[in-house]
């Protein structure tokens, strides 16, 4: 059974750091790429980052490249998603999902690869 629970969001001034988490099931956590999206009321959902399993192979949009980090905990089946030098527009809705595969691969930002998501943590960061 996939499952897949986020947590560690919160409100942060800009220019702050959250460290976001996503346990994941054993199976989930050692067989699929795992992608961080967001969302913002009346926009479409946005793939930010992802990480493959085993050597954990990580990609990024470049709206967060230098500033967000993929991370792994093997020993609690738990991705974390570190996030720093945020912005009011990291301000979002955040989900973890995993997608049909293992390979991330260059269509990782589409929603359509992913068939389990959490349920999403909060994101606000003010000016």
């Known amino acids: 059974q996939v499952q897949l629970v986020e947590s560690g969001g919160g409100s942060v001034q800009a220019g702050g750091s959250l460290r976001l988490s996503c346990a994941a099931s054993?199976?989930?956590?050692?067989?699929?790429?795992i992608t961080w999206f967001r969302q913002v009321p009346g926009r479409e959902r946005e793939g930010v980052a992802a990480?493959?399993?085993?050597?954990?192979?990580?990609y990024y949009a470049d709206s967060v490249e230098g500033r967000f980090t993929n991370t792994r905990d093997n020993a609690k089946n738990t991705l974390y998603l570190q996030m720093n030098t945020l912005k009011p527009e990291d301000t979002a809705m955040y989900y973890c999902?995993?997608?049909?595969?293992?390979?991330?691969?260059?269509?990782?930002?589409?929603?359509?690869?992913?068939?389990?998501w959490g349920q999403g943590t909060q994101v606000t960061v003010s000016s």
């Open positions: 990480i493959e399993p085993g050597g954990g192979t990580t």
């Open positions: 054993a199976y989930t956590y050692l067989t699929k790429c």
């Open positions: 999902a995993a997608k049909r595969g293992w390979f991330c691969g260059g269509d990782w930002p589409e929603e359509t690869q992913y068939n389990a």
